[in-house]
């Protein structure tokens, strides 16, 4: 099926890919509550630094992306997903017994390696059986499902660590995702079918990235997907500073993290109900447009007054996920819209490509952050207005 009507698939369906989506998410967000403690353990320095575990895990999966995105198109979709988590599984196993810092570093990549299978190949499943507005509308009703990943993962971890240290996170881990891809395998069918299938060969990928980057706005949504990840990416790696050593809530700061993934669910279903009447490249430019006016007006309020409240913080931070809830599955669907026959390089290709230009942006996030939340204000602020214009000058041609 490759539709652009309206019809939604079952519950199933949704569920599994919000799964197949949510690993890293999962993988990130349930070591916030341990990165002091890994850092401390492994005799990391700059308590800074600890912030590694999650950007190299991502490191991990952009490098993945480009592998499993040409293997999903040559051998099918679920071979590559069930390989991508086993061998996922053997990178928590990994992780979990890390007695060194270069080592636990080395088995995050690893483990984003191979998270790249599920998460790339979920939107490649979608796009094989729906496009345009009615991909955007089930994509941002999957990331609304997804998005109890963000919400849960903290608080699951902050337990795990009470029970059994920061080790036992990954061991959580695990124990998520056996039961994912057994799920997986009984309920969803192959999606490509074998005569749709291109041969895993050097001249066959290049043709196939050739297409990929000859769609202009395809192009633009990738490099605006990396430049608003950057600061997301710096935020989730620094979440657990700014509450606790800025703001002071203690253990509470896994509660008001999950306060603020409520708001990304709240988007995607308020994206999903205006997607197909308003469309994905007006709901996504609108949605840039005001994360990038209240970053740049709480910095502006910072410099004058010095300082943001904690309440104003909130306000901001629910604001502006409420906002990405809305910009990344329009992004994915306007993106993938004309290249439905190389679905899984296109996917890999976006995915690897944002995750580029996204990491070096939450290196500087995290790396200038001290005392205040101003890096995280101006990278959302410059990274948002560069955007803002790509998408403009996009939409002019």
């Known amino acids: 099926m490759n539709s652009s009507g309206a019809g939604l698939p079952g519950i199933t369906y949704l569920a599994i890919m919000a799964l197949l989506t949510s690993i890293g998410a999962l993988a990130t967000d349930i070591m916030l509550p341990a990165l002091g403690m890994i850092g401390r353990d492994l005799g990391v320095g700059n308590i800074n630094h600890s912030t590694l575990v999650v950007t190299a895990f991502f490191l991990g999966m952009a490098i993945g992306q480009l592998l499993v995105g040409p293997l999903a198109d040559a051998y099918g979709r679920k071979p590559v997903v069930?390989?991508?988590?086993?061998?996922?599984?053997?990178?928590?196993?990994?992780?979990?017994?890390?007695?060194?810092?270069?080592?636990?570093?080395?088995?995050?990549?690893?483990?984003?390696?191979?998270?790249?299978?599920?998460?790339?190949?979920?939107?490649?499943?979608?796009?094989?059986?729906?496009?345009?507005?009615?991909?955007?509308?089930?994509?941002?009703?999957?990331?609304a499902v997804f998005i109890l990943a963000p919400?849960?993962?903290?608080?699951?971890?902050?337990?795990?660590?009470?029970?059994?240290?920061w080790r036992a996170t990954f061991a959580g881990l695990v124990l998520i995702a056996v039961p994912s891809v057994m799920w997986f395998h009984w309920a969803i069918a192959e999606t490509l079918p074998r005569e749709h299938r291109r041969a895993f060969r050097p001249?066959?990928?290049?043709?196939?990235?050739?297409?990929?980057?000859?769609?202009?706005?395809s192009v633009?949504?990738?490099?605006?997907?990396?430049?608003?990840?950057?600061?997301?990416?710096?935020?989730?790696?620094?979440?657990?500073?700014?509450?606790?050593?800025?703001?002071?809530?203690?253990?509470?700061?896994?509660?008001?993290?999950?306060?603020?993934?409520?708001?990304?669910?709240?988007?995607?279903?308020?994206?999903?109900?205006?997607?197909?009447?308003?469309?994905?490249?007006?709901?996504?430019?609108?949605?840039?447009?005001?994360?990038?006016?209240?970053?740049?007006?709480?910095?502006?309020?910072?410099?004058?007054?010095?300082?943001?409240?904690?309440w104003l913080f909130m306000v901001w931070q629910v604001s502006f996920i409420f906002c990405i809830g809305m910009i990344f599955g329009n992004l994915q669907s306007l993106a993938m819209e004309p290249l439905g026959h190389v679905a899984g390089l296109a996917a890999a290709i976006f995915g690897a490509g944002s995750t580029f230009i996204s990491l070096p942006l939450s290196w500087m996030v995290s790396g200038y952050f001290g005392d205040t939340v101003a890096p995280l204000l101006i990278g959302f602020a410059v990274s948002g207005a560069l955007s803002l214009g790509l998408m403009l000058a996009a939409g002019r041609r």
């Open 82 to 143: 069930i390989w991508g988590y086993a061998l996922f599984i053997l990178g928590c196993v990994l992780s979990m017994f890390a007695d060194s810092w270069p080592l636990m570093v080395a088995a995050r990549v690893f483990q984003g390696l191979a998270a790249s299978a599920p998460r790339v190949i979920a939107v490649a499943i979608v796009r094989d059986e729906y496009k345009g507005r009615s991909m955007a509308r089930i994509m941002s009703i999957i990331m």
């Open 220 to 310: 633009v949504c990738l490099v605006v997907m990396g430049l608003i990840g950057g600061p997301f990416i710096g935020y989730l790696g620094t979440a657990r500073q700014i509450y606790q050593d800025i703001y002071g809530v203690g253990d509470m700061f896994v509660i008001y993290f999950s306060v603020g993934s409520v708001f990304a669910g709240a988007g995607s279903l308020l994206n999903a109900r205006l997607v197909l009447r308003l469309g994905m490249r007006r709901l996504a430019g609108a949605a840039i447009a005001a994360l990038t006016v209240m970053s740049a007006a709480l910095w502006g309020w910072m410099l004058f007054d010095g300082a943001v409240a904690f």
């Open 203 to 217: 001249r066959i990928i290049a043709d196939g990235i050739r297409q990929v980057c000859s769609s202009r706005m």
């Open 151 to 165: 919400i849960l993962a903290p608080l699951l971890g902050q337990g795990l660590i009470y029970i059994g240290g």
